[in-house]
């Protein structure tokens, strides 16, 4: 029980909190509206029509070939069978640590539940509807709407006593207002019994324990600690069901109320260029559902609710096209991905034409243009995935020609990216190892040439039990061993906000970009470090990136050793260089060959967290140069030019 007592802890800590960056109690909302604001521009159920409802009114507003595939997807839906989720698959997370047989089992019956529905409203015919009820049915009949991993306070099992408001009993509670909204008046004509069963359920099993646990109870609704992507994820599904289904005005503005106020503490762990510690990826349920959060609340009040022109809400937006290497490649921090493959161009436009940013806008149709043309109804956002068919009208069709920004510097979380003319990228950071999907990675950094990764960030694997419990160090690819950094008397960098770097210094002219940091702080006692000073450049009028360590240890240490992560093919056939060949490019490493020796090895691969790893094509290698004749004082220095 202790063990567990103690998962439970890092895990509660985890999801709630990353420390990363102090709180400011800006309370945006709080301070410019009172709830007697909200229910005097509250608008009603029946005039809240934010999607049509009509086969005629999704003709008018949508491509007729996205109508078909609309349809299409329907169809298929009409040939899966809604199960019930197997007790068998709350076991393999209790036993295993196994989440995906839950979520794969759950997931897809709530994404085909809504493929039906909207089938069902552009088409019009009755045709989906027997499927609706049976889907609608199945969920409503489930014992929990959230996942396993979300209650380790039951070891996955869950109580129907004590319901708890996770991220997918939020959005489960979105998709079931959007069958009330689409075709609430079909299951009347079978029973209002059912719609008053989707109602029921929906108040039970999320709004009754948001409003009961929004005063600190609840992790995600802190306002002591900078909370992350589960606070603005969770309102904004709680803001758009309340919208699908409360006929109470005075409940609608209160739930309304108690979001914005859920919402306030997310804007007040955000530094003021708005930086998202979590990465690109985490972005789209972070800032990105702070945005549709905001969103929904002008929407329901007629544009009563809009602090769009606030510029700490023009910074969070902007983080995502701030972080754009190129193509669908993205600078990774923590749990990301390397690459965003589908990539929400049209959520992206619609954002910018909103906040008034014109490069977001532009980076939003180049996105749709050349990267995805694919509304996709996921795992998360449906609300907003409603919303995406009806932008892609609005996206110009014309070529669009897209530049990313030469140079990013993101004080608050200490990120810096800079490109040269001949398209080399440098993306590196300082920070501390106590953010929120934490890897211990203070002074990595990545190099791109010409949109593709050499040196690169390996993020998350596959999640499981392990990912987010006091195990997750053990996993080799959040450890900075495999990240691109210095492994000192055979030791990597400890987690912990206390594991900072420090003299943070960044340095932006026409000749060089420059972060300079001391990482000694991020390396526990025992490696032995009094100072190490990196500094990682973009040299732009040579077309070079040099990182540069200047170190001072307590003594002459048994060993010194630099890590870079890539999957492209090495070479080490040439002294003193690493030859890293891309599908395109070659990128060369210069290093000392008096200083070190060069080797390879691969990360193992085999255990269930690294399925996603094993999966993808491209084999992880990591190349080690080790000191021949370690010192405890010295200067290192890599080169990275074009092959």
Known sequence: MKSMKRILIVLTVFYCSSGNAQVTHRNLLMNKYTLADIKQAIVPIEKFKPFPTTPEEWKNQVPDSVLQSIIADGESGLK???????????LAFKLKGNRSEYESESFIKRITLLHLVLAESVEGKGRFMGAIMEGLWSICEESYWGVPAHILSTFGIPDVDSPKADLFTAETATTLGLVNYFVGDKLDAVSPLLRKRLILEINQRFFKPVVENIDNKYGYLRDDVKVNNWCPWIMSNYIASNFLIEKDNNKRSEHLYKAMIGLDRYLN????????????????????????????????TNGKVDIFDLPLIRNMTSYIYKMHVGEQYFMNIGDGHTSISGLNGIFLYRLGNTVHDEQMKQFGAWAYSNVNRKVTIGLGQKFRSVEDYLTIKQ?????????????????????????????????????????????NDVGDFVVYLNNEPFIFDVGMGTYTAKTFN???????????????????????????????????????????????????????????????KRTNSLLKDKEEILVVDEYVLDKKPTSLQQSFMTTTKVDLSKKGKVIFKGDKDKLELDFDDALFSA????????????????????VITRVLLTAKDPQAKGKFVYSFKKG
């Open 80 to 90: 899966f069978k809604f199960n019930s989720v197997s007790f068998k698959s709350i």
């Open 269 to 300: 762990g955000l530094g003021d260029d708005g930086g998202c510690d979590e990465g690109a990826n985490y972005w789209f349920a972070a800032g990105g559902s702070a945005f549709d959060c905001l969103e929904l609340a002008q929407m329901g």
């Open 395 to 439: 996206i110009p069709t014309s070529a669009i020609e897209y530049k990313d920004p030469e140079h990013v510097w993101i004080s608050d979380i200490q990120v810096m990216a800079a490109r040269s003319k001949g398209n080399l990228y440098l993306g590196t950071h300082a920070g501390d190892n106590g953010k929120s999907h934490n890897h």
């Open 470 to 532: 006091s195990h997750r160090y053990e996993l080799w690819n959040v450890q900075s061993q495999y990240h691109n950094l210095p492994i000192i008397n055979g030791i990597g960098q400890h987690d912990g906000k206390e594991f900072t770097s420090t003299n943070v210094v960044n340095t932006n002219n026409e000749k060089e970009d420059e972060l300079s940091m001391d990482i000694a702080a991020t390396y526990p006692k025992e490696a032995g470090v009094i100072s190490w």
């Open 599 to 618: 080797s390879t090895d691969k990360p193992s691969v085999d255990e269930p967290e690294y399925v996603a790893f094993k999966k993808d094509k491209h």
